[in-house]
């Protein structure tokens, strides 16, 4: 791993500790009884939950009494806390149908995730906290309590691309708004914790699962867990995978594989613990894709091209899978397109809690991750006809031909007969290397229990340390090619003379559409630290929590963009061709600093008051922060001298919220009231004009989380509705009163099911009312509902097998438009990224 270990010597010293002890089983008298389990369970991320069930349990889906540790001092049942949280077992994953981190957040009321870009790369909010360009940028994921990246919306590197999902997780936490300010850097609107099993309920499952219905993807996931004696258990697990991925591409585009495990050693009052992780991934990039979209801004229909299916169609193919361009260094650089998300992770992680007499206990954790990657998809920037697009880059009597595929150097007599749509695509190859996205986090704390003669009490003491490189290499080149939704074939322009304007499909290097904006490079260490502090006090039916937390960041490193064109022999061939005439370089002036830091002080207060042991009343307010990074970079906000300003360096987003709890033995009902503002500095980068975003926005809604169970039947689903506005706005004006874009009135999840005897059968439903495309509220994106369906049957007691069905009515969602967002073109022709097309596949498990 790289130079970024040098991080703490304390850090890599407990490291070592944390090895030895786990692999050497230091010699130490455990401690047994009821007391030593719930100060583990205290402590413990993964001790304080029930085991997981084979299939879908017929329990209480939503289980209030069920013990949380994220985003609290101390594990608390859900009844008891005063924060919004869910939690959400591998056995509801499982049935759910999600295929990756987005897909399951779906089905958590609050969170409105658009899961149509494949393995990663999914846009992520919550409670109309605004999805401005991409990622997830006020939520934080975690694994076993420690942030995944330090930052949720990284251009082209969201958390979610690296971090899988697999047979290794136990359950997932998810707390919303609240407490997440205080006990989280960087994540005032969630945070979202995938907590690993960790042998303490021993065994596994092999399972092996393969598409069916011309879905062509294999994997086989595996996970076992065991005692080495009484005082040490492990856990081991992960995934191998292959075929084309949810979409046919036509080649090999899903492969690799992850392994994670642990061990834990328990010693007198407390346990020490080693992780390890291990991602080799590629994956295929879904970005918008030509569309039909007529009717009217307010009801529009949305329909696939002839030739091209919104839902499954690719501009992937394989007559387009290589690219040359010219990295930061000025060297040719090769690329594999059929490698899409690349993710590539080695970490290594530890935590020990350890009890120092008198009720204080100390707990380290710590998690050093050497991530890597790269993000290579097609992003069709200018779709029209063929002819016209021949003429806009050859002039009048330009002409076409193939320049890939099986015709391939033949002349194209009658454009508007290609492909059977006469179209084209001018796409711009989204081409970013990630050599360097190293994350390094460091937790620790000191807490005590006291009794204050009226109730318990527990004070906690903290401190967070982090480092994040963001290290990438934007090299974008401009391409031809038909509009098919498989085997798409490049295409070369000739001018009226018969000269060749165009090289084997390539239109320019550098995206000349997008002003040769991303031709960049970034080289940037992100250093955060916090102190904080919280104070529990449960006096009675009451509970109070409150916290403090003081983040500062310093921000140090450089970055460049092109800001010159030059003619450059590109691919090498001694002959400087059409669009080697004007290639981006980085001239005199092009690389600036980055040099500032910022400090923020968040809190967050909390009651909740118990009526009964079955109903709860809490409210909550809190004041979290953001910290921006790299999207404050070209232009973004920062200065020419690497400073920026404190409002536009740190986004403040202030909550309120309360609501009530309630269960019986076969009901329970979550209802939680919410209202924020949200400062908001930001930059998108696949806008034509590289829009600039200053503003803030005010939302106020209400969730509902609920579950019901009778005999073999049960029910669980929810609901957010959403009241969000842009209140203010430095750059456009216009837009202060608009609904910010992708925002739905209302989003809503349904899961009913059925279980008897061997059998069980259930359907997800999760949908959204409609939206606008953009926020000067034009062009609406139709409300839909995507059903996802399955069964399992137990063969025996170690032997299931199941069948799902995911978009079974193969519904069209749109979850963005791209290329005119705003309204209904003249021709109907746009761009837009829909929900995946209706895959089925099925799975067959062996319970160890």
């Not at 101390?74 to 005063?82: D, I, L, Q, R, Y």
């Not at 279980?755 to 999760?766: K, M, P, Y």
Request: charged share 15%.
């Amino acid at each position: 791993m790289r130079t970024m270990f040098g991080f703490h010597r304390n850090t890599l010293a407990m490291a070592i500790a944390l090895a030895c002890a786990a692999t050497f089983q230091l010699h130490a008298h455990p401690a047994r009884g009821a007391d030593h389990a719930m100060t583990a369970a205290a402590q413990d991320t993964h001790a304080a939950t029930a085991t997981v069930a084979k299939k879908p349990s017929k329990k209480n889906a939503l289980d209030l009494s069920k013990v949380v540790v994220t985003g609290s001092p101390v594990a608390t049942t859900e009844m008891n806390s005063s924060i919004s949280v869910s939690t959400f077992g591998a056995d509801q994953i499982q049935s759910s149908g999600a295929q990756n981190a987005a897909d399951l957040l779906r089905n958590i009321p609050g969170i409105r995730a658009e899961s149509s870009g494949g393995a990663g790369n999914a846009n992520i909010s919550v409670r109309g906290l605004p999805v401005a360009s991409g990622g997830s940028k006020f939520v934080q994921f975690q694994v076993d309590g420690m942030p995944v990246f330090e930052f949720g919306d990284t251009a082209f590197a969201t958390p979610d691309t690296f971090l899988r999902t697999d047979y290794n997780i136990d359950h997932v936490e998810v707390v919303r708004g609240g407490s997440s300010s205080v006990f989280a850097s960087n994540a005032p609107g969630a945070i979202v914790n995938f907590i690993t099993k960790d042998g303490s309920n021993p065994g596994g499952t092999i399972g092996v699962t393969t598409g069916l219905g011309g879905y062509d993807d294999q994997r086989l996931d595996f996970d076992y867990g065991n005692a080495l004696s009484n005082d040490t258990r492990f856990h081991f697990g992960g995934f191998v995978q292959h075929g084309q991925g949810q979409k046919s591409t036509d080649y090999t585009s899903s492969s690799g594989g992850q392994l994670m495990g642990n061990i834990t050693h328990d010693i007198d009052g407390g346990f020490l613990r080693l992780n390890l992780q291990y991602t080799n991934t590629h994956d295929p990039v879904y970005l918008p894709v030509p569309v039909l979209i007529s009717g009217s801004n307010g009801n529009p229909h949305v329909g696939s091209i002839p030739g091209f299916s919104v839902q499954d169609g690719v501009l992937q193919s394989p007559y387009f899978t290589s690219d040359t361009a010219l990295n930061a260094s000025g060297q040719p650089m090769h690329t594999n397109i059929r490698n899409g998300y690349t993710s590539k992770v080695k970490a290594i992680g530890g935590e020990g809690k350890f009890t120092l007499g008198n009720d204080w206990t100390l707990h380290e954790r710590f998690r050093i991750a050497s991530n890597s990657g790269s993000f290579v998809g097609p992003y069709p920037a200018n779709v029209g006809t063929a002819a016209a697009l021949a003429q806009s880059i050859g002039g009048t009597g330009a002409t076409l031909a193939y320049a890939s595929g099986a015709m391939a150097g033949q002349r194209i007599a009658n454009p508007a007969a290609l492909a059977g749509n006469g179209l084209a695509s001018e796409t711009i190859l989204f081409n970013v290397s990630l050599p360097n996205m190293d994350n390094a986090t460091n937790n620790i704390t000191l807490s005590r229990d006291f009794d204050t003669g009226n109730g318990p009490a527990t004070l906690q003491l903290g401190y967070y340390h982090s480092q994040q490189d963001i290290v990438q290499d934007w090299h974008w080149n401009t391409y031809l090619q038909t509009v098919q939704g498989r085997d798409s074939a490049l295409l070369d322009v000739y001018n009226a003379g018969g000269q060749p304007l165009t090289s084997n499909g390539l239109v320019a290097y550098g995206e000349p559409l997008f002003g040769n904006c991303c031709t960049r490079y970034y080289h940037v260490k992100y250093k955060m630290d916090a102190p904080y502090l919280s104070l529990t006090w449960q006096p009675g039916r009451w509970r109070f929590d409150g916290g403090l937390r003081f983040d500062h960041i310093n921000a140090r490193g450089h970055y460049a963009a092109a800001n010159q064109t030059a003619a450059v022999d590109v691919n090498g061939d001694g002959v400087i061709q059409a669009p080697e005439q004007s290639v981006p370089v980085y001239g005199i002036g092009s690389t600036l600093p980055v040099n500032y830091t910022k400090s923020h002080l968040e809190y967050s207060f909390g009651a909740n008051y118990s009526l009964s042991s079955d109903l709860a009343l809490f409210a909550r307010a809190s004041s979290g922060a953001r910290f921006n990074a790299d999207r404050l970079l070209f232009g973004g906000g920062i200065n020419t001298d690497g400073s920026v300003a404190q409002g536009v360096g740190v986004n403040v987003v202030k909550q309120y919220e309360g609501g009530v709890k309630w269960t019986t033995e076969h009901t329970s009902l979550f209802v939680t009231g919410f209202m924020a503002r949200t400062q908001e500095q930001n930059q998108d980068v696949t806008s034509h004009t590289q829009q600039l975003i200053s503003r803030q926005y005010h939302s106020r809604g209400v969730e509902f989380e609920g579950s019901f169970n009778y005999g073999h039947f049960s029910l669980m689903g929810g609901a957010t509705y959403t009241h969000s506005r842009i209140v203010s706005d430095a750059i456009t004006p216009a837009d202060v009163g608009n609904v910010p874009q992708r925002q739905a009135n209302w989003i809503y999840q349904l899961t009913p099911s059925y279980e008897r005897g061997s059998l069980n059968v259930g359907a997800t439903l999760i949908g959204t009312t409609k939206s606008y495309a953009s926020d000067p509220n034009g062009l609406v994106m139709p409300s839909y509902t995507q059903v996802n369906a399955y069964a399992s049957y137990d063969i025996n007691d170690r032997m299931t097998v199941s069948l799902n069905v995911d978009n079974l009515f193969n519904s069209i969602g749109l979850t963005e438009i791209d290329q005119s967002p705003q309204s209904v073109t003249a021709s109907g022709i746009n761009t837009a990224r829909s929900i995946l097309g209706r895959t089925i596949y099925a799975t067959w498990q062996y319970h160890l």
